[in-house]
């Protein structure tokens, strides 16, 4: 998908196009993909198993995807991505950071997902920053927060 996109958009409303124009088929899972452009037009495109396409436009608050799709309701749903949604919103405010390692995913005894990285995007600097899961022994090491600048 995102070499798809690369190669024929150079905007984000010329993405949503392209991508509302071709045809997908995803198989068993859903998917969303966040798309954003240099003037800090953004969007998640989703798919949902049953091949449905969802478009979410960015608003003034920052867009957060998280490991369920944005066009699904979170106020009336209690599980686990929804609430870590909720948490987030709540305390992106004290810097994305610091909320992402609130929320951040490690592994249990029943073997259930660790977070392996996590990304804030900054379209209108042209950069992000990430961080990443450096080991998986007990006491798991993150790195330091890296920011990446492209095109500058």
Known sequence: ??????????????????????????????????????????????????????????????????????????????DHSHARLRLLERRVSDGVHAALDLVRAEETAEGQAVTLWRSEYRPATSSMTVRFLLGAEPERRYSLPLTITVGR
């Open 1 to 78: 998908m995102p070499r798809f996109l690369l190669d024929r958009c150079r905007t984000a409303e010329e993405a949503r196009e392209a991508l509302l124009g071709a045809k997908h088929y995803t198989r068993y899972s859903t998917c969303h993909f966040l798309v954003a452009d240099a003037t800090g037009d953004a969007f998640v495109w989703e798919r949902e198993g049953d091949n449905a396409e969802h478009i979410v436009d960015a608003g003034a608050e920052p867009l957060i995807v998280t490991n369920h799709l944005l066009s699904t309701p979170a106020a009336d749903r209690e």
